[in-house]
Structure formats: structure tokens, C-alpha cells
């Protein structure tokens, strides 16, 4: 787009004033949509919807769209309450690719009543807010796009369709859900790391919604020093387009992604950002990332920091001491530096400056 050149004279006998150049507003994440990560969003449509009781289950036929890793059908659900708040939660389910495969190959219906997902606890401070819930079948945190002949046969018989899981469900969301007051975004391990690439996806279907995205346990550790694992990742399930072009230390030298963090909180000021994990996680650090537990520790304290400090208003983080994993579909009163979850959420999602850091 040309800039707008404006010049201005009060008089014909006034000395001709230099243009002056207004540069349009952009939107944020324009950069990633310029890559593609949108290619998806408005093009699928569930081919069946199915209440069950207060919950709606959309399920995607089989093909060239939507799909789990095995090539089994995808399907989502949503829960309407009446509410004007939203939660968009995607779930976790571990990841694949050539080194590893150990992941969820299939997207049950319904949406689990535990935790943040429960509507019937008392302590849980979402109960009463409409869901958008994501199962996770694809083995590439939501993002992927890949189809892969292990066997070698000519036939594709894994595929990594998280980006059009994620889309089609997203359009689900904002045509069943179309003017939220607030969303809630935000999921468990694949999840979790699922919540970063659908951050910009979420804006660009709500763009003036405010948005609060709690990552719970997918916080972007790599190994250290090695930024080849997630470069790796990325290459296999065609995901690199999430990461803009123009930011070179999004993926670290250090190995770590704490940069494309502060990349999408510099693109976009409606949102703040949850950070959560256990301060020695082994199902990241040991099954996946593969560290040591005191190396994980180390890396975490220190990136939770770096990101705290560059924004300080709108970063928080929650670490609990343990080998544990994930928080939001378990103990809502289990605690980190004195705090417990469901506190720790509610104070986030006031608004209000009751939300500070608290970690063992």
C-alpha cells in the first residue's frame, strides 16, 4: 500500500509546506497472516452438529481438511451458557515426529468436566462462561500441516493437520460466539504450546476483544544452547510460518522461543499473558525436551524472568515446585508460592491488580 501524502496551504501567498506522510495503522500479527498462517480460517464447515444435553459436538468429515494423526475424524464441541465471556481452551496430548511419537490419536466428543472445564465446581472461576473446547489428535501442538509417509509405501499415513483443526474450530468459535466481552484462551502442554500459535488466529477473528491466555506448562523450553530441536519440529510439521521472517532471535541461540513471547505481546497490546509449569516438569523436560530436571529449573526461572522483565504489566508467571504436569484440569486449589490456582485465575481475569507472580 502507497503511504498517504498530505500537503496543506492556508493561502496561495503561504510558502509550500513539505508533505507529510501518514502511515496507516497495521494490524497486529499482519506479518504472519502475509506468511499464510491464516490459509485456513472460513473454509471449513462441520459436517455434523449434534447437541448432547448444554454441549454441541461439530465433527469434520475425512480428507483433504481437518483430520487426526492416524487419519481417524476430528471433532469439537461448545458449550453455551448465555454468558458474555468465553473461554477457547485447547487440550494437550503429547507430539510427534521422526524421533518421537507418543501422541493422542483421537479427538473424543464432549468436553471433560474436570477443572476449568467443570461447571459444577465451585472454585472453578470460568464455570459459568461459554467454552469453545479443542481436542488435540494431530501430534503437532495445533500448528502442523503435514502429511508423512512413514512407511514408504507412496501413501500418507500420518498426518499432522493441527492448522486446519485449528481454524475449522475457530470458525466455529466466532460463528457460535461471534462478540465475546473477553476470551479466555488457553490449554494444557500441547495445548499449552498449542495457545501460541492460535494467539494470532484468535485476534484476527476477534480483533477488538481483549484476550487472557494462561499457558499451562507449554512455557517453549528447548535444549539448551540447541535451537536445531524446534527448528527441527517446525520443519516436520510445516509450522515454520508461525515464527515472522523478521524476527531473527524468535527462536534462540539459547534454544528456547521466550522472544516470540515478547514478539506477540510487541504486536498486540489487548492481550496479557499466564505463564504456568512446574519447576521440574518430566513430561517436557524428561519424555519430550529430554534435559536434565535441574537444567529445566534453571532455563525456566531464568526465561520467566527475561519475559516478566520486558513486560512487566502484562506478564505473570505460576510455578509450583515438582515433577508434575499441567494445573487447570486438576487441583484448582493446588498452590504455587502460597497461591492457589483458582486464585491465581480469578485475579487474572478481574482485571484488577490482584494478579502478581507467584512461584515456589
Known sequence: MLPLLVACSDSSDSPVQP???????????????DQGIDRYLGIYTPMLSETDG?????????GDGPLCLTGGEYTMATRDTG??????????????WSDLCLATEQAAPGIPPFG???????????????????????????AGDQDVDTDDDGEA????RGLHNLSASLDVAVSTFPAPRKILLTGISGGAFGTTYAMPLVRKLYPN?????INDSGIGLGRQDDRSFIEQLLDEWNANAFFPESCETCIGDDGHITDYHKY???????????????????????????????????????????????????VRSFV???TEHTFLLGDLQKTGGGTAVADWVSAMLEGAGGWETTRD
Open 209 to 213: 476483544v481483549p484476550i487472557e491466555l
Open 264 to 314: 506477540q505481546l510487541s504486536e498486540d497490546d489487548n492481550f496479557r499473558l499466564g505463564m504456568m509449569s512446574y519447576t521440574r516438569d518430566a513430561v517436557i523436560a524428561g519424555v519430550f525436551v529430554r534435559i536434565p530436571p535441574e537444567e529445566f529449573e534453571a532455563a525456566l526461572r531464568g526465561e520467566l524472568d527475561d519475559l516478566e522483565a520486558a513486560y512487566p504489566e502484562r
Open 54 to 62: 448444554d454441549i454441541v459436538n461439530h465433527s469434520f468429515g475425512s
Open 157 to 160: 499415513d500420518r498426518f499432522h
Open 320 to 322: 509450583a515446585t515438582g
Open 116 to 142: 476449568i472445564l467443570d461447571p459444577a465446581r465451585a472454585d472453578n472461576p470460568v464455570a459459568d462462561w461459554n467454552t469453545v473446547y479443542l481436542p488435540y489428535c494431530d501430534g503437532s501442538l495445533h
Open 83 to 96: 454468558s458474555e465471556d468465553l473461554v477457547i481452551f485447547l487440550q494437550g496430548g503429547g507430539a510427534c
Open 19 to 33: 508533505p507529510v506522510e501518514v502511515v496507516p495503522e497495521v494490524a497486529p500479527f499482519q506479518e504472519l497472516y
